[in-house]
């Protein structure tokens, strides 16, 4: 794998902070509590756990779409529980994130849902136009650039999806069952995007039920939650090796 | 400045097609109709106004009942009175012309007592006390009267009316905002969507707000222009009977400035709806995380 299996790991910096985190919606029962870890930079990690988890409640505060109801969250070393909602689209800007239904804007071709986040990070048409074209030869849609979401397949909405996810070259990559609606050997295909990506620097973090495909990647590491809290907060990981331990 | 407004194609598509398929170009057109010709109208009962309070400012009239045999004498006494810029004595004829509006015939009638009339105007500073005993002199049985004493009435109406127009223009204004900020809030939630997609990248409240502001604006831009080509139509056919109530007040038209104003409120109403999209839309955004 790259640098998510490195020794050295412990040594970097950590892309996201977790302290005593606590999670409710309304006035429900908390849906995460005491959540405590680290995601360490150029990490690659699987969420796993039973549906109804947390999963996803955990990568919505992964990628801003919720506050945590109590805790501390640091992300990219900066503490982001109490900040200005003025400030989290520069945050927003450098995570990646691969939803479970995708998210394509469907009035927009593959280019254009794929360009999106340069657009927005300001980037002009013409800047825009080399790369997407790449990323899109990338994840093997050159030649349906021009097509809408509805048009695609479920893998190929998939592949612009995270085509869209990575084109900005993102420090943190978070995936929601990016192959829950793929087959296996697309799947497979999906995970090498992934490592590739992670390679680059880019942290990675996928949430999956797919055990094989966590069993095709040896070196990550394991998150596992159970009814909202990690099932092995010791940092104790069945799959890799003791390198790869999460730092609880 | 304007740079919200000029969208690239990309950012065009962001809100998928069909700009115009929502009401808000129509509302903004009627209300843009609506409000040029009540300001048109408001204005122009401005202008009535103040040029009829002018003309009558200093105006007065002497009357002498019928039968009176020094009518031309107190018009030589009127005349020659310091501070009377004109004085003139009102012609029998006229007089029962006018009588024969209401009573007919029997207006023409010997029998009918007319009395005698001498308009005259007065010059700035000029003494009307010293005037009126002047007049009392040659005739005691004359009545001094102000136009403006006769005429008030009038110009109070025409003042408020002038007013309930400029009322009419605030609320149909406000009814214009009230019916973009309903627009907003559907657009936002036809595209609901869309913005959780593009806030989730990273896209600022401001990113946004632009792309509905420019909607909203080329909308509003496009009823307001609408609108007000039909008021000018509207206008146009009736500045025949425009110019016959000018007459009546002495050539009452709508001045440069008055054109200058009618040409602004589209415009005006353009930039209104835009910020008070911007508002609407930045107030919901911020709801949002």
Redesign the interface.
């Known amino acids: 794998m790259g640098r998510g299996v490195s020794g050295k790991e412990r040594k970097l910096s950590h892309v996201a902070e977790f302290d005593s985190v606590g999670l409710r919606y309304g006035t429900g029962a908390e849906v995460l509590r005491d959540l405590d870890f680290r995601l360490g930079q150029g990490g690659f990690y699987f969420l796993t756990g039973p549906s109804g988890a947390g999963k996803t409640s955990l990568l919505k505060l992964l990628y801003l779409a919720q506050r945590p109801t109590r805790g501390r969250i640091r992300l990219f070393g900066e503490e982001l529980t109490g900040a200005p909602r003025e400030s989290l689209p520069r945050f927003r800007r450098r995570i990646g994130v691969v939803f479970q239904d995708f998210r394509l804007v469907r009035h927009l071709s593959a280019f254009d849902n794929v360009a999106l986040p340069l657009r927005i990070s300001g980037a002009t048409d013409e800047q825009v136009e080399g790369p997407v074209r790449e990323m899109l030869a990338w994840v093997g849609l050159a030649d349906r650039a021009s097509a809408r979401p509805p048009t695609l397949s479920g893998g190929e909405q998939q592949r612009v999806a995270i085509a869209r996810a990575v084109i900005n070259r993102p420090d943190l990559l978070v995936a929601d069952e990016p192959t829950g609606n793929v087959d296996a050997e697309m799947a497979q295909r999906l995970l090498h995007l992934f490592t590739a990506l992670n390679r680059l620097g880019t942290t990675v973090v996928v949430a999956t039920h797919d055990l094989g495909l966590i069993k095709a990647s040896p070196g990550a590491k394991l998150i596992r939650l159970e009814n909202g809290s990690l099932a092995d907060p010791t940092g104790t990981l069945r799959n890799p090796p003791r390198t790869s331990r999460v730092e609880a | 400045m304007f740079a919200w407004f000029l969208a690239?194609?990309?950012?065009g598509?962001?809100l998928?097609?069909g700009r115009l398929r929502g009401p808000t170009a129509w509302v903004i057109a009627i209300m843009s109709f609506s409000i040029l010709v009540i300001a048109a109208a408001g204005l122009a009962l401005a202008s009535t106004a103040g040029m009829l309070s002018q003309a009558i400012a200093e105006r007065y009239s002497v009357e002498l009942p019928a039968g009176a045999s020094n009518a031309d004498a107190l018009l030589n006494a009127v005349r020659s009175a310091p501070g009377v810029a004109s004085a003139d004595a009102v012609p029998e004829s006229e007089m029962r012309a006018t009588l024969g509006r209401w009573l007919g015939p029997a207006a023409q009638s010997p029998e009918l007592p007319v009395p005698a009339l001498i308009n005259f105007d007065l010059r700035d500073g000029a003494n009307l006390a010293a005037i009126d005993q002047r007049i009392r002199s040659v005739a005691p049985e004359a009545t001094v009267a102000a136009h403006r004493e006769a005429v008030g009435p009038l110009l109070h109406s025409l003042r408020v009316l002038q007013w309930v127009a400029f009322g009419l223009v605030l609320l149909l204004s406000a009814a214009a905002s009230a019916a973009v900020v309903l627009a907003a809030r559907g657009a936002l939630e036809n595209h609901r969507?869309?913005i959780?997609?593009?806030?989730?990248?990273?896209?600022?409240?401001e990113?946004v707000t632009s792309l509905f502001q420019r909607k909203i604006a080329i909308d509003a831009l496009v009823g307001s222009i609408t609108g007000a080509a039909a008021a000018a139509l509207v206008l146009l056919m009736l500045s025949a009977g425009a110019s016959f109530a000018g007459e009546l007040t002495g050539g009452a038209t709508l001045s440069g400035w008055d054109f200058l104003i009618l040409i602004c409120l589209p415009l005006a109403l353009t930039a209104l709806a835009t910020w008070v999209a911007r508002l609407a839309v930045l107030a919901a955004l911020?709801k949002a995380?």
Do not use: K, W
């Not at chain 2, 690239?8 to 950012?11: A, D, G, L």
């Not at chain 2, 959780?196 to 409240?205: C, K, L, N, Q, S």
């Open positions: 690239s194609p990309s950012e598509r962001l998928g097609e969507f869309t959780e997609v593009m806030h989730g990248i990273g896209a600022t409240d990113q911020r995380l």
